[in-house]
Structures are given as structure tokens and as C-alpha cells.
């Protein structure tokens, strides 16, 4: 299989082509800037530049691009950078697959999409599959646009799988922040604790990511776990994996004094299920919470995407 990958650099991008390319496929790797390695192609979304030949002849795309949600704080100059940052690219990408012909110039038969949980936006504990409605404020909005930057390449006959993921456990992404403060016993519930948080492992991450491309699945995909947990629950598990006690909350407030309005996403309560991964008998590596953290801070653990 030759799959396109945009957003190969990143946490689960690079765990995705190593896996792909363990199993024989064949990966070629979108960058933005000039191409250094035989395996990357140069592209520019915000200039709207992307060679057809790249995608010409390939069996998938995987678009796992976009500005990372904890990386800065809101301003509105980065909020609009969250949303352009993945808007753009995806439509670039499902207008030049909408605009490959047939035949002789063979398109990519499916896009597989990477999108978010946060569409469902503060649902407290309503237990939500794909079929639940879009929630209300900026994340739900810019995932919602992201989506529908897809219909170019669906409305040509391209299957296109929106891959909404959650907080992927690994000792990169989320976590980066909290490993180091469970090593010393220090992490605690962030805010009332209660919320849930919607979690994956790295390595079902990329094993569904997978799962989309070898299947016929179209449409809305929750990449969750089906073991829903709390944030209180997750910090919890990390620090008993270290041995340590999780004592010390940290009040929203304090969140909003370090993180601004980022602090939202982290507070907000969205208890996800993984419908459409059960109905298609996907079966998780590490389902239980336990088991993911173990797997995600062990040292002696698989490396990502194995």
C-alpha cells in the first residue's frame, strides 16, 4: 500500500509511518518547507501549493495536521491559527484528490482525516457516540470546519474517514507536561476533577488511524478508549504508575492564570464512546486505563506504532 501522510513530524504522525512502514506499506511524507529525505514532498497550505504527481497513484491519505491546542496561549491571533491551520490544509489536500482523475491517473481511494473529540464540546457525563450533535463554543466551531473541508474529496467519490481523536496517552502530547510532576508527587486533579477526559493509547491511536485505511469506514470515527475515565481518575493512574500519591489539585483559576482560555479545554467534560470502532470489532491493545499509562511511561515498553 503507498499512503500520503501529512503531519508525519508530529507525536502520532511519526508513530503512524513507522508502524505503516513496518508492515511493508509504502509512506510518503508531506512537509511544509523544502524537501530533505527521499521520502518527504514539499507542500504549502497557506499558499494553497500542492503538486498533483504527490498523490497521484497512492492508495491513502492521512492528514494529521494542525497547530498544536496547548502550545500558546489563546490570543485571537492564535485562535485563528488553530482554526487556518487545519481548515487549509485539509481543503487543499480534498480539492487536488477531488480534482485527480480516474483511470490512468489513479486518486487515493480514501482520506482518512484526523479531526477531534472536541467537536462534542462540554457535554458533562451524556455518554457520546458519533452520532451525537456538534457542540457549542471555538473548538467544537473549528472542528466542524475542519470536517466540512473534506466534502471535495467525498463529494468526488473519495471515502473519507474523520478520525475525531482524544487525548492520545504517550510520553509526548499531554502528557509531556504531567510525567515530570508525577515522578515527584506532585500532580493532582486539574480543576474539579471530575470532568471526563476522553483518552487513547498511543499504539491503538495509530493501530485505528491504520484500521481506517484497510476498512470500508466513512464518516465521523471516535478514537477513544472504551474504558470512559475522569480527569481525577487519569492523573490517578499516572502517578500511581510512578509510585507516587497525586495530592495536589491544581484549581481552575491557577489554570487560567497559566493557560488563559486553553483552560476550557481541559476543564470541559466529554464522556466519549468508540461506537463505531465496537460495531466494527476493532479490538483495543491496552483498553483500560491502567494499562494504557503503563504502557505509555514504561521504559521498557514497545516503541509507538509496533
Known amino acids: 500500500m503507498r499512503v500520503v501522510v501529512a ?14 512502514r513496518g508492515r511493508g506499506d509504502d509512506v510518503v511524507r508531506l512537509v511544509r518547507g523544502p524537501a530533505r529525505a527521499p521520502d518527504e514532498r514539499s507542500w504549502d497550505p497557506a499558499a494553497g501549493e500542492l503538486d498533483p504527481s504527490v498523490l497521484r497513484g497512492a492508495d491513502g491519505v492521512v492528514n494529521l495536521g494542525g497547530a498544536g491546542l496547548g502550545d500558546r ?98 510520553r509526548g502530547g499531554a502528557l509531556s507536561r504531567l510525567i515530570p510532576l508525577a ?31 484497510d476498512h470500508e469506514v466513512s464518516g465521523p470515527v471516535n478514537l477513544v478508549s ?3 475515565a475522569t480527569c481525577a481518575e487519569v492523573i490517578r493512574a499516572l502517578a500511581r504508575a510512578f509510585g507516587r500519591p497525586a495530592p495536589v489539585p491544581v484549581p481552575a483559576w491557577a489554570l487560567r492564570v497559566a493557560l488563559g482560555e486553553f483552560t476550557s479545554e481541559l476543564t470541559s467534560s466529554q464522556r466519549v464512546v468508540p461506537g463505531v470502532l465496537a460495531e466494527r470489532g476493532f479490538e483495543f491493545t491496552h483498553p483500560t486505563l491502567t ?16
Open 7 to 20: 503531519g508525519a513530524s508530529g507525536l502520532i504522525g511519526t508513530a503512524l509511518v513507522a508502524h505503516l
Open 226 to 228: 472504551p474504558e470512559p
Open 73 to 170: 496561549r489563546w490570543t485571537a491571533s492564535y485562535k485563528e491559527t488553530i482554526r487556518v491551520s487545519r481548515v487549509d490544509g485539509t481543503s487543499l489536500l480534498s480539492r487536488t484528490l477531488a480534482h485527480l482523475a480516474d483511470g490512468p491517473d489513479h486518486r487515493p481511494g480514501v482520506l482518512v482525516q484526523g479531526t477531534a473529540v472536541g467537536f462534542y464540546g462540554d457535554r458533562g457525563t451524556t455518554s457520546l457516540d458519533e452520532s451525537a450533535a456538534r457542540g457549542a463554543g471555538f473548538i467544537p466551531g473549528v472542528v466542524e470546519d475542519w470536517e466540512l473541508a473534506t466534502s471535495a474529496a467525498s463529494s468526488a467519490g473519495v471515502r473519507v474517514a474523520l478520525a475525531r481523536t482524544g487525548i492520545v496517552l504517550a
Open 183 to 213: 515522578r515527584l508527587g506532585l500532580a493532582g486533579r486539574l480543576g474539579r476533577g471530575d470532568q471526563h477526559w476522553a483518552w487513547i493509547g498511543l499504539t491503538d491511536e495509530v493501530r485505528a488511524l491504520t484500521f481506517l485505511l
Open 291 to 306: 494499562g494504557a499509562i503503563h504502557a505509555a511511561v514504561s521504559p521498557r515498553a514497545d516503541p509507538p506504532g509496533r
